[in-house]
C-alpha cells in the first residue's frame, strides 16, 4: 500500500510528518488532506497562531498534493 | 487471572465511588462470571445486535463507538477495567452502539438474568448500578462538550486528565504515567480530527512539555500546564458517594 507523508505549515512554520500512513486510494488522501487541513485552520485562525495553513502531502517525497488555506477576513471600513 | 480476581478492579472502584456495604461486596463477589479473552481491534458486542449479557473489563481497554454510513467511525468513551460498559444493555436490549477492544482485554460476562435477580435481592445493588449508568450519561455530556466546544489540543489534553483519574480509582499510576492504548487514528476517532491532525496535536504537546506518548503509555511533563489547557474539573465524573 503506498505511503504518504502530510507534512503541515502554519504562518510557514513547517511540522514534519515523519511517520506517514498508508492509503489505499488517492481520493482518501485527498479527503483526509483536506479535512486535516480544514481542522488545523479552525484552530489556528480562532487561536489568531496563524493565518494561513498549508497541507503538502508527498509520496516517496513527491509531492502528491498541497492544499492551502487562508483566513482572509475585511472588516467594515476596510477597503 | 483467577476467577476470584474477576471483580476485584470492579468492587475496588464501588469502593471508592459507591456507598456499598460489605453484604453487596460479598453478592457481586458471588456472582457466575464467565471469563472470555478478545483480542485487540475486535467487536465484543456490535451495533444492532442482541445482548443477552454484560461484559465487565477485568483486564484491557475497551471503546464505545458509531460508524456513519460514509464510514466515519466517532470514539464515544474509552473504558477500563472495573467497568461495564453495556450496562445499560440490561434494559435496553438491542445495541445502538459496537463495544470494541484497544487492546487485548478479559472480560467477565453476566447472564442478564443474574443481574436481574441480583437487584431485587439487594435494591442498594441496583441503586448503585443506576447511579453507574447516570455517571456514565454524565461522562458522555462532556464528551459532547470537548468534541464540539475546545480546540483540538485541550480536547486530547482533557481526554487524558479523564482517563488518568479514572485509572487512578483502580489504581493503575505509576508516577507520572499510565496506560493510553490508542492508536494515532483511534485519538483521532475520539477527538473527531483525522489521524494526521491527531498526530499534529500529538506533537505539539510533546513540544509544549505537556505530555509525552510511548508505546501506548502517557507521561505527563507538565501537570499545571496540562489541567490548565484540559479546563478540566472532575465534578461530572462523581468519584465520592458523599458529592
Known sequence: MPRFHFHIEENGRLIKDEDGQE????????????????????DAFMAGCACRVVVDVRENN?????????????????? | MSSDDIPAALVRRLRTTSAVT???IKAIEALPISVREYPAEHNIVSDGQKATECCLITRGFCARSKTTSEGRRQILSLHIPGEIPDLMSLHLHVMDHDL????????GLINHETLRLL?????????MFWRDTLIDAAMFREWIV?????????RLAHVIVELRERLKVIGRIEGN???????????????????VHANRVIKQLRQDGIVAF??????????DKLLELAGFDDRYLHLSPAL
Open chain 1, 23 to 42: 492509503f489505499l486510494d488517492g481520493e482518501k488522501v485527498r479527503k483526509e488532506a483536506i479535512a486535516t487541513g480544514a481542522s488545523i485552520a479552525r
Open chain 1, 62 to 79: 513527491a509531492r502528491f498534493l498541497k492544499v492551502s488555506i487562508t483566513l482572509d477576513v475585511q472588516e467594515d471600513g476596510e477597503d
Open chain 2, 22 to 24: 460489605d453484604e453487596d
Open chain 2, 100 to 107: 470494541t477492544t484497544l487492546t487485548a482485554c478479559t472480560v
Open chain 2, 119 to 127: 437487584h431485587r435481592r439487594q435494591p442498594n445493588l441496583a441503586d
Open chain 2, 146 to 154: 470537548n468534541v464540539g466546544q475546545r480546540p483540538a489540543p485541550a
Open chain 2, 177 to 195: 504515567s499510565f496506560e493510553m492504548p490508542l492508536t494515532q487514528e483511534q485519538v483521532g476517532e475520539a477527538l473527531g480530527i483525522t489521524a
Open chain 2, 214 to 223: 510511548h508505546r501506548g503509555r502517557v507521561e505527563v511533563l507538565d501537570e
